[in-house]
């Protein structure tokens, strides 16, 4: 699977958008874009994944550049309790054979302040 | 979404001794299970993936003889930590695998070795 790069850090006003972005620049064409995030003691949270196409749920949008080589996950009016940190993972298509495991980079850890 | 349980939650034990932790999938089964540690401010490392029915596969340098798992039934993986020591204190997460591919996350295990 292809590595990403992530900011270790960022800070986010209550009531804004965060905005966190990720490059992948190895990605490869069968490859998606995953983000998960992990608050404070607890296990992995899935939030939004995508191929090429910008996707939205009600936890997220997710924007992915024509090239495929970075991607942006938005958390359009963050709030305290979206503190954590967020994995960006690049894997093949979940029904793959081989796209079975996550592999965890280090994340972004996302402060999100009053 | 799916529900991944693990138990316990958080454990304290003397050093040797051998604790077992299980990962539960409440509503649908998993032949995919997988096993994560992660250190305190450090990511998740998977440590090996298990398959129902089958000898688990470790990744690189994680101690098979040491970190036993067991996958017997579609809905249960179990993971024992043998003979226990401190540098064994660790947060343990499991995620298990649907019938989609999708990955879901328990909630992790806090072990600590005296």
């Known amino acids: 699977d292809a590595k990403t790069t992530q900011p270790t850090s960022m800070d986010c006003a209550e009531g804004r958008a965060a905005n966190l972005p990720c490059n992948h620049s190895?990605?490869?064409?069968?490859?998606?874009v995953y983000w998960y995030r992990q608050i404070h003691s607890q296990g992995p949270q899935y939030i939004i994944h995508g191929l090429k196409n910008n996707e939205t749920n009600e936890m997220a949008s997710l924007i992915i550049t024509e090239d495929r080589k970075s991607s942006t996950l938005i958390l359009p009016h963050a709030t305290l309790r979206d503190t954590a940190v967020y994995y960006c993972i690049v894997r093949v298509a979940a029904l793959s054979a081989y796209g079975n495991k996550l592999v965890f980079g280090a994340g972004t850890i996302l402060r999100v302040k009053s | 979404g799916a529900v991944v349980s693990q138990h316990p939650s958080r454990v304290i034990c003397k050093s040797g001794t051998s604790v077992k932790i299980e990962c539960r999938s409440l509503d649908f089964q998993a032949t995919t299970m997988f096993w994560y540690r992660q250190f305190p401010k450090q990511s998740l490392m998977l440590m090996a993936t298990s398959n129902e029915g089958s000898k688990a596969t470790y990744e690189q340098g994680v101690e098979k003889d040491k970190f036993l798992i067991n996958h017997a039934s579609l809905t249960l993986s179990t993971l024992t930590v043998t003979s226990a020591h401190p540098e064994d204190s660790s947060f343990y997460i499991c995620?298990?695998?649907?019938?989609?591919?999708?990955?879901?996350f328990g909630e992790g295990s806090r072990l600590t070795v005296l």
């Open positions: 190895t990605i490869s064409g069968n490859e998606y």
């Open positions: 995620s298990a695998r649907d019938s989609l591919g999708e990955l879901f």
